[in-house]
């Protein structure tokens, strides 16, 4: 089920030049933000590739709704390199920079602490 809704969020962008683009980004949000909920590691990773790669391919693409599950992953995530991903993301998206600087002063893994730091300056 949940490579499903990934597999419909990365087919998202050959769907953008449809009429619905805006109906169809919508879904790929709600989509991407179930999967950054759920259990799946890899597929946490990969939804937020996704995420970035949508916001970079539409600069109005509003991905704040993302931010409560991007934050839970940098917080509790077990594997660092998820939660790298997740402070990319947050950066990107913008307003979230107490949770990186929270992240920079307290994550166990020095490697997401020096990318927090440099992240949240």
Not at 21 to 42: H, R, Y
Not at 77 to 101: C, D, F, Q, T, W
Request: a positive charge; glycine letters at 4%; aromatic letters at 4%.
């Amino acid at each position: 089920m949940k490579k499903i809704i990934l597999l419909t969020a990365l087919c998202t962008s050959s769907l953008l030049a449809s009429d619905n683009s805006d109906k169809v980004l919508s879904n790929a949000k709600k989509n991407i933000i179930a999967t950054l909920w759920g259990v799946n590691e890899n597929l946490q990773f990969q939804a937020i590739q996704t995420l970035r790669e949508l916001k970079y391919q539409n600069p109005g693409f509003n991905a704040e709704e993302a931010l409560p599950a991007l934050i839970n992953i940098l917080e509790e995530h077990r594997n660092y390199s998820v939660r790298i991903m997740a402070a990319l993301a947050i950066a990107e998206i913008g307003s979230a920079s107490p949770a990186l600087k929270a992240a920079a002063d307290r994550d166990s893994n020095k490697t997401v602490r020096n990318i927090c730091s440099g992240l949240s300056k």
